[in-house]
């Protein structure tokens, strides 16, 4: 089935600084690809996805890439700030009988320092 | 997001008991999602459903049952708890597009289950 890798575990950056994290996949029929971030305590909400038909995709500090013949993409964010601290999960959608469910990779702890 | 809301909050039980955790939403939606998170190890799908006639199985049901009692009530239940299923429980829920699209998932705030 779909395995999905994800890299860093832990990512540190100062305030202002960028930061990748980046996410590999195993189906090469996936081709829905969401980024959801996880603030302690809370629950995972949607950040940014990204659809198999497009390279790239930005939303304001945020941005997503895919590389379909490597079978990567990656989550870039711009200009961190505190806030953006948090857990971050990569998924891809695998299909199985008509159902596209998602396999998620293992999340990646960013702190971003004041 | 208050559409998609898990009862109870936090759980401690004992190895052997029965215990139902349970999911409502507002949003409409067909789909509904349980999934398991584990430190390290991303959130992993434990059983999914269409509507009310359809329960699927996802990557680790074993040690789980589910009942779709509603459109906007699935409930998740341990038939006899042990402590290795100590976890953090969401709930998720889509729209469930025509043709297989994928669509996003909306969690649930969480259920805290401790098993001693």
């Known amino acids: 089935g779909e395995n999905v890798e994800q890299h860093p575990s832990t990512l540190s950056v100062q305030e202002g600084d960028s930061a990748v994290i980046k996410c590999t996949y195993s189906d090469s029929a996936s081709n829905y690809f969401p980024w959801y971030k996880q603030e302690l305590g809370k629950r995972p909400q949607l950040i940014i996805d990204i659809r198999s038909n497009v390279g790239e995709k930005k939303d304001q500090r945020i941005a997503v890439t895919l590389n379909k013949t490597a079978k990567h993409f990656s989550l870039h964010i711009t200009e961190t700030q505190p806030e953006d601290s948090a857990v971050y999960f990569c998924?891809?959608?695998?299909?199985?009988?008509?159902?596209?469910?998602?396999?998620f990779g293992t999340g990646t702890r960013l702190l971003v320092s004041p | 997001d208050a559409d998609v809301t898990q009862t109870p909050r936090n759980r401690i039980t004992k190895t052997g008991k029965r215990i139902m955790l349970e999911c409502s939403q507002t949003?409409?939606?067909?789909?509904m999602y349980w999934y398991r998170q584990d430190p390290g190890l991303g959130l992993q799908l434990i059983y999914y459903s269409f509507d009310v006639k359809d329960i699927n199985k996802g990557e680790i049901s074993d040690g789980y049952s589910v009942s779709r009692q509603a459109q906007a009530k699935f409930s998740l239940s341990l038939e006899s708890a042990i402590p290795n299923q100590t976890a953090l429980y969401f709930c998720?829920?889509?729209?469930?597009?025509?043709?297989?699209?994928?669509?996003?998932?909306?969690f649930g705030p969480g259920t805290r289950l401790l098993v001693l």
């Open positions: 998924a891809a959608s695998m299909t199985n009988t008509g159902f596209q469910k998602l396999v």
């Open positions: 998720a829920t889509s729209e469930g597009l025509a043709g297989g699209r994928q669509e996003t998932q909306y």
């Open positions: 949003k409409g939606h067909d789909r």
